[in-house]
């Protein structure tokens, strides 16, 4: 499935950004008032040079006693971010972001233009879906057709071991 597919893609609202610029008390009063865990810094262009999150805040600015109301976002943000495009594979990013720790992937146009920011709770929404197929059509493979045979025996088989537990508890 790619990203643009994804129902979360489509009705995402329009990103957070900032300049570089900008006082990281300015942007992170941005980021409280929308509830966002980030921004993303773009230039002129709408193009993405970087971002700041909450962790970035704590890291670069609380714990390194930095002035937030004198320190700029370029300060602080980071700049070695992966761009993801609307057609490419969600899992691979899904895959990717879960390898390397990371948690928000900008998605840009073909002039590396933000259009959306998904986050790794977007992706994962769709797979756990998948997953529980994966498991019945394994379950089905493994246990044959008739799942509902296998399921009395598991229930029997429960409740025989609950039995036993119940008289041994009560016999001593």
């Known amino acids: 499935m790619k990203i643009r597919d994804r129902t979360e893609f489509a ?46 805040i704590l890291r670069r600015v609380v ?25 490419d594979d969600m899992v691979s990013w899904l895959r990717i972001m879960s390898n390397e720790r990371f948690r928000r992937l900008p998605i840009v146009d073909a002039d590396d233009r933000l259009i959306a920011v998904m986050t790794q709770g977007d992706f994962v929404s769709y797979t756990w879906p998948e997953l529980l197929d994966q498991a019945k059509n394994m379950a089905r493979a493994t246990l044959g057709p008739d799942l509902s045979m296998a399921f009395m025996v598991i229930g029997l088989l429960i409740y025989t071991v609950a039995i036993i537990i119940a008289v041994a508890i009560f016999a001593t």
Do not use: C, F, Q, W
């Open 11 to 56: 009705s995402k609202p329009k990103p957070l950004t900032t300049p570089p610029e900008r006082l990281v008390v300015d942007a992170a009063r941005a980021m409280s008032e929308k509830n966002y865990g980030s921004i993303i810094v773009v230039d002129p262009d709408s193009r993405v040079i970087g971002m700041m999150t909450e962790r970035d």
């Open 63 to 87: 714990a390194e006693h930095r002035d937030p109301s004198t320190t700029r976002v370029s300060d602080v943000m980071t700049t070695e971010l992966r761009l993801a495009r609307a057609d």
